[in-house]
């Protein structure tokens, strides 16, 4: 056992505990003019190649950095939690250097004019297979292609809660090789469960969930995630419920590495015995019955991470009509008419009773699990927001604004739902100290739209170009390189 303890600890050591993105910036020097882009094309922010570096005990030159300046748009301030005029915002390599700033003035940049646009910060889901939401047999370059397609959706950062871990290698290369390519990946390597539950890896006991710990760890992932959920609000049979204490020797061998354990549990007593053991997030809304007021301050107090997955939900009770409103967020169709047609038929809905056969009972229960998440909210709880998407019928990146949309259908502010996508997906992956709002200091992940948000999640339509750490996609690039 002591010896399962060093393998852990030496091949987390080996690894850096924190993802830091390749600061290697493309040029935007020569600014794309948007009006220009939409007769000519869009141009990209990869038009240019890294900068020549600056050798080792040189003063760097100043021209060597590589800037952009927008102006004249709004943006979503995190203090206010409003759109906020900007007249200019300065990014230096990849960094938001000044917003508003009277010494913005940048005489070698060639000014980026947002026509009075709208800007978000990039948006995040935390909970994100790498399949498109159909069969699942993507070969691994056409899973890279999906996970560049993210970024038509304003997507820059993704949590992958069950991934295998030669895929993961291939995604961390990848992403390495182009880190403004791609969204920031998070992942936990494959889920882990009991024997006779649910979960990719099953294990018995201790040293054997240690065992599959030390090789996720040791593969790539960033943190943990385990199912302890018997699935008894989807199947009559239900499965093997994960135990208590094995949750418990779990969340403080992670601790004591300084990871993170996130859990699937559905089910609200899960929730009670998730929080006695100090699990740090959950990855599924609770949708049998309403959270306690002692469990809602509880999450609220320990900012336990809450992701509400109710597209999930929402797909299992009627497939068809959440099909049609996940389509609805994908105006180019990026992913395939074909595709939305097939996971909307009717037989689509006869396979989920295939699979889960109480799943056409859980359209009773969606009240409970849209309550929860408003009393979560106003708790004060660390609500974050992510789709499952990948899962079959629910669609990648097009289910992160329906899901939105779904948050904002149970009554939250729509730049408040923002806000949630955002900053708190940020702190839930406690990178919110460099990304996940539109500050001074942050990385420049940004979503340019032409409509206000403010007015409703539908504005994210309108969205023109996604920027990772400086680099701008536009979304018009994406639809040729599909
Ligand atoms: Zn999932």
Redesign the pocket.
């Known amino acids: 056992m002591l010896a399962a303890v060093f393998t852990l600890s030496a091949s987390l050591e080996a690894q850096t505990l924190k993802q830091t993105k390749n600061k290697t910036q493309t040029q935007n020097r020569a600014a794309p003019v948007l009006e220009q882009a939409s007769k000519t094309g869009p141009k990209t922010g990869s038009q240019v190649g890294p900068e020549a570096g600056t050798k080792a005990g040189q003063e760097p030159i100043l021209q060597a950095r590589n800037r952009t300046l927008l102006t004249n748009f709004y943006y979503l301030s995190r203090d206010s939690g409003q759109m906020t005029r900007g007249e200019n915002m300065l990014i230096e390599d990849g960094i938001i250097t000044s917003i508003n700033g009277i010494e913005n003035s940048c005489p070698e940049c060639d000014p980026m004019d947002l026509e009075g646009g709208y800007l978000i910060p990039g948006l995040m889901d935390l ?3 790498l399949n498109v939401g159909g069969s699942g047999k993507e070969s691994t370059s056409q899973k890279l292609k999906l996970l560049r397609r993210n970024l038509y959706w304003g997507i820059t950062t993704v949590y992958n ?2 991934i295998k871990l030669p895929l993961l290698r291939a995604v961390r290369a990848a992403v390495a090789k182009n880190p403004t390519n791609y969204p920031e990946v998070f992942a936990a390597g494959q ?1 882990i469960g009991v024997t006779g539950g649910w979960g990719s890896v099953l294990v018995n006991n201790y040293p054997e969930l240690k065992i599959a710990a030390t090789r996720q760890l040791a593969g790539g992932a960033d943190s943990l995630k385990i199912s302890m959920d018997d699935m008894s609000w989807l199947s009559s049979k239900p499965l093997a419920q994960f135990p208590e204490l094995l949750l418990r020797q779990a969340v403080a061998l992670m601790h004591s590495n300084k990871r993170r354990l996130f859990l ?1 549990a559905s089910q609200a007593k899960d929730v009670e015995t998730a929080l006695q053991a100090q699990v740090d997030v959950l ?2 809304g609770t949708v049998d019955a309403p959270l306690s007021q002692k469990t809602l301050t509880l999450l609220a107090r320990r900012q336990t991470g809450y992701i509400s ?1 109710l597209a ?1 939900s929402e797909t299992i009770s009627d497939v068809r009509s959440a099909v049609k409103k996940m389509r609805s967020f994908d105006p180019d169709r990026i992913n395939g008419s074909v595709l939305y047609d097939n996971m909307s038929s009717e037989l689509m809905a006869i396979n989920w009773l295939d699979w889960w056969d109480k799943s056409n009972l859980l359209k009773a229960k969606l009240p409970v699990l849209r309550g929860n998440t408003v009393a979560l909210v106003r708790a004060g709880g660390l609500v974050g927001i992510g789709t ?1 998407a ?2 079959i019928s629910i669609i990648l990146g097009a289910s992160l604004p329906y899901e939105m949309f779904l948050h904002e259908q149970i009554g939250l502010r729509p730049l408040r739902v923002i806000q949630m996508a955002s900053y708190n997906n940020a702190r839930i992956l406690q990178i919110s100290d460099r990304t996940g709002s539109i500050e001074e200091g942050k990385e420049a992940d940004l979503v340019y739209m032409r409509s206000d948000p403010t007015a409703g999640i539908r504005a994210l339509n309108s969205t023109q170009w996604t920027m990772q750490n400086g680099s701008i996609t536009f979304r018009a690039e994406l639809l040729r390189g599909k």
Do not use: E, S
Request: glycine share 8%; net charge negative.
């Open positions: 909970h994100q297979h809660p069950n889920n699937h990855l599924h997955t999930l499952d990948g899962t």
